[in-house]
C-alpha cells in the first residue's frame, strides 16, 4: 500500500441523464491529498474516451492512449498516469486515477491486478451509492415542493377572514377550497363608519407563494385604502397606483370591491377584471357590470362605478374562476351561463353556494382534482324568503314592537293588495291571519322589545300573495303547539289561550316557517285565482 | 289602524242580560270584560252582543273561551249576536259556536 499514488485527479463524469448532471464526484483518495491545486477533470458524454473506458479490461496507461479525446489531454495535463475505469453494469461511474509511483517505477503486474480487483469492488458500491444520492436529492425537491405549497397555504388562510360580518337583515356566507397548488383567491369584508361594509373578491394570477405573498399585499393595501375613502372606485384605483411598482412580472390581480350599506340594500362597486356578480332576483339572475383592468398592470387607470340595489330575498353571489372554469370528465368547461342558471333557478332552495357546489360536483364528478382555487361569497337580503316574481306588487315595511301594532301591520297589508281586488271575506282572513302572526312576532319573537323591527313584505306572483313576517326570534327552539281543543278548554283541562297559529292556519291555504340564527319568518300564502293577476 | 278601546255595557232585553260589547276584542278586553261578566254571572241566559265589534283576535277568543268556561259551570245558557260573517267563521271554526248559540241578524232584530 506505500505504493500507492501521491497524486490523484478527481473526476466528474457527466452522463446524458439529466439527474446525473449533479455530478458524481469521485474521490478515490486512500490518503490525504497532499496536492490540492489538482482540479476536477470534467469528461463530457460524448469524449470517446468514455466508449474506451467502459471497455476496457482493465487499468488504462494514459501514455499509451491515442485518442482524440479533450478529456485525455486535461487527464494527463493533471499528471495522470493510469486510470482504472470504474464500471458498473455496463455503465462507467467513476475512474480511479492514478499518477506516477512515488518510486519512478512503472506500475507492475501486481500492482495493476489489485487495481483491478479494487475497481471491481468499488464499481457497484459506488453505484449503489450515487443512486441512493439522487433519490435523496428528489425526495428533498419533493419535500421541498410540499413545503412550498404549505407555505402558501397558510399565508393565504391567514389572511381570509377568520369570521363572518354579522350584518342586521342580511345572511352572510362564505367558502373558500383551495386546489392542491394553491391559487391566490382571497375575499375580504371592511367594516367602514355609518355600518357600511366593504366586500372584496380577488384573485391572483399566480400559483404557489408568490401569488399568496402578492394576495397578502394587496389585501392588506385594500383595507388601509378603503379606510381612507369610501367611493369604490377610487379604493381600487389608489390600490392599483400603490401595487403597481412593485408587482412581480406576469402577475396581476383581478379584484371586485363594494360597499353594501345593509339598511338599504345599496350595493355601489367597482370591477378590476374580476367576474362579475350574479343576483337571484325574482325572475331567474342578473349579472352585476362593472369593468375595468386588473390591477398592477397600468398606473393611473380610472375605475368605473356602479350602483345596484339588492331588493329583500334577493341574494347576490360573488365568485372565483374555480367554478366557472372546472372541467368536467368530457373537458367540457362548468362555464359562466351555467353558473348564472343555478343562482337563478326558480326550483332553487337552500342555501345558493350550497346549489353551485352541488351542481360543480354533479357536473365534474367524483374523480375530479379540483383545478383552481374555489371562493364563493354570498349576501342575501332577508324580507320574502322566496325571491318570487314580483307582478306590480311588491311593498316592504317595518313596524316597531309595540303591543297593538299588529293591527297596523294588518291594515298596512290589506292597503297593499288592494290592487288584488279580492273577495272582501279572503281579505278579512287575510287581514286576521296577518294579525295574528305579527302579534306573535312582536309578542314571542321579539319578546315586546320596541327596538326590534318586525319586516313585512308582501309579494303576488305566479298565482299566489306572500305576506311575509320577520321577527328576530331566530336562532331558539319554538315551541310545538299544541292543538287547541275547545271542550278541553272550557274544562280548565287546557288553558283558554293558545288560538294564534290555528287561526292563522285556518285563515290561509299555505303557512311557510323558517328560522336562522337570528331571525324567525313565517310566510302566509294565499292561492289566487285566474293567475295571480287578481282579477277574479 | 289604532286599537279601539273595549266596552262593556250590561242592558236587559225583555229580561235577558245582554253585554253590548264595543271596540277591539283583544288582551286590553280583559278587566272589563270581567267587570261586566260579573254583573249577570247569575243570569240564566246572557246575550253577547258584537254589533259594535269588528276586532277580534285570538286574545279575544281566549277571553271568550274563559268567560263560556265560567258559564258552563253555573249552567248559564251564552248567545252571540251581531257578529260579522267573517267572525261568525270563526266562532265555528274553533267550535266555539258548538257551545253558544249564534243568533242571526233577523232572530235578533
Redesign the interface.
Known amino acids: 500500500m506505500s505504493a500507492w499514488p501521491q497524486s490523484i485527479a478527481r473526476v466528474i463524469r457527466r452522463t446524458e441523464r439529466p439527474t446525473a448532471t449533479e455530478a458524481a464526484p469521485v474521490e478515490t483518495a486512500a490518503q490525504p491529498l497532499e496536492h490540492r491545486d489538482v482540479r476536477p477533470i470534467e469528461i463530457s458524454p460524448n469524449d470517446p474516451i468514455v466508449a474506451y473506458f467502459q471497455s476496457a479490461p482493465g487499468a488504462v496507461d494514459l501514455d499509451d492512449l491515442e485518442l482524440e479525446s479533450p478529456a485525455l489531454e486535461a487527464l494527463r495535463e493533471a499528471g495522470v498516469k493510469l486510470a482504472v475505469p470504474l464500471v458498473s453494469q455496463g455503465e462507467l461511474v467513476g475512474l480511479l486515477n492514478l499518477g506516477p509511483r512515488l518510486s519512478d517505477q512503472d506500475y507492475s503486474t501486481d500492482d495493476r491486478k489489485l487495481l483491478d480487483s479494487l475497481a471491481a469492488q468499488a464499481a457497484p458500491a459506488l453505484q449503489v451509492a450515487q443512486l441512493v444520492r439522487r433519490q435523496e436529492a428528489e425526495a428533498r425537491s419533493r419535500e421541498r415542493i410540499e413545503q412550498e405549497l404549505r407555505v402558501a397555504t397558510t399565508i393565504q388562510q391567514n389572511f381570509l377572514p377568520r369570521e363572518l360580518p354579522d350584518l342586521p337583515g342580511w345572511d352572510v356566507s362564505a367558502y373558500y377550497r383551495p386546489a392542491r397548488e394553491v391559487g391566490g383567491d382571497f375575499y375580504d369584508f371592511i367594516e367602514l363608519p355609518g355600518g357600511q361594509i366593504g366586500i372584496v373578491i380577488g384573485d391572483v394570477t399566480d400559483k404557489g407563494v408568490p401569488a399568496a405573498m402578492v394576495m397578502a399585499a394587496t389585501r392588506s393595501v385594500l383595507r388601509a385604502s378603503a379606510q381612507r375613502v369610501v367611493s369604490p372606485g377610487e379604493v381600487l384605483g389608489r390600490v392599483n397606483d400603490l401595487m403597481c411598482p412593485d408587482m412581480p412580472a406576469k402577475m396581476f390581480v383581478t379584484c371586485l370591491y363594494g360597499v353594501l350599506e345593509p339598511a338599504t340594500g345599496r350595493f355601489t362597486f367597482a370591477n378590476a377584471g374580476h367576474n362579475l356578480p350574479y343576483v337571484r332576483t325574482g325572475d331567474g339572475s342578473a349579472e352585476l357590470r362593472a369593468t375595468g383592468m386588473p390591477l398592477g398592470l397600468l398606473p393611473e387607470i380610472a375605475y368605473e362605478e356602479t350602483e345596484a340595489q339588492l331588493e329583500p330575498g334577493q341574494t347576490m353571489l360573488l365568485h372565483s374562476d374555480g367554478v366557472a372554469e372546472a372541467h368536467g370528465p368530457t373537458a367540457e368547461m362548468f362555464g359562466f351561463p351555467r353558473l348564472q342558471d343555478v343562482v337563478g333557478a326558480r326550483s332553487g332552495r337552500g342555501e345558493v353556494i350550497d346549489r353551485v357546489l352541488t351542481e360543480l360536483g354533479r357536473f365534474t364528478g367524483a374523480e375530479w382534482e379540483q383545478e383552481d382555487d374555489i371562493t364563493l361569497v354570498a349576501l342575501t337580503r332577508h324580507g320574502a324568503a322566496p325571491v318570487a316574481r314580483a307582478r306590480g306588487l311588491d311593498i316592504a315595511f317595518q313596524v316597531a314592537s309595540e303591543p297593538g301594532n299588529e293591527k297596523e301591520v294588518s291594515e298596512r297589508v290589506a292597503e297593499a293588495v288592494a290592487p288584488l281586488e279580492l273577495p272582501p271575506a279572503r281579505l278579512e282572513q287575510l287581514k286576521t291571519a296577518v294579525a295574528e302572526a305579527a302579534m306573535n312576532a312582536i309578542e314571542h319573537g321579539n319578546e315586546s322589545r320596541a327596538e326590534l323591527p318586525v319586516d313585512v313584505s308582501v309579494r303576488a306572483f305566479d298565482g299566489e300573495l306572500v305576506v311575509a313576517i320577520t321577527d328576530h326570534g331566530g336562532g331558539r327552539e319554538i315551541p310545538e303547539a299544541e292543538e287547541p281543543d275547545l271542550e278541553a278548554k272550557l274544562e280548565g283541562l287546557q288553558k283558554p289561550r293558545g288560538w294564534g297559529l290555528f287561526l292563522i292556519q285556518n285563515m290561509v291555504d299555505d303557512v311557510r316557517v323558517s328560522s336562522d340564527e337570528s331571525t324567525h319568518t313565517i310566510e302566509l300564502v294565499l292561492r289566487l285565482e285566474g293567475g295571480g293577476n287578481g282579477s277574479d | 289602524?289604532?286599537?279601539t278601546e273595549f266596552a262593556a255595557a250590561v242592558r236587559r232585553e225583555d229580561g235577558v242580560a245582554v253585554l253590548a260589547l264595543s271596540g277591539?276584542v283583544s288582551?286590553?278586553a280583559e278587566n272589563e270584560l270581567q267587570r261586566a261578566y260579573g254583573e249577570v254571572v247569575t243570569e240564566p241566559v246572557v246575550v253577547l252582543d258584537f254589533a259594535a265589534v269588528d276586532?277580534i283576535?285570538?286574545?279575544g277568543?281566549?277571553?271568550i273561551?274563559?268567560l263560556?268556561?265560567q258559564a258552563?259551570k253555573s249552567g248559564q245558557e251564552v248567545r252571540a249576536r251581531g257578529l260579522?260573517?267573517?267572525y261568525r267563521?270563526?266562532f265555528r271554526?274553533?267550535?266555539?259556536s258548538?257551545?253558544m248559540t249564534i243568533l242571526d241578524e233577523e232572530e235578533t232584530e
Open positions: 289602524m289604532e286599537a277591539d288582551a286590553g276586532y283576535n285570538s286574545t277568543i281566549a277571553l273561551v274563559g263560556l268556561a258552563r260579522a260573517q267573517h267563521e270563526i271554526i274553533t267550535r266555539l258548538d257551545f
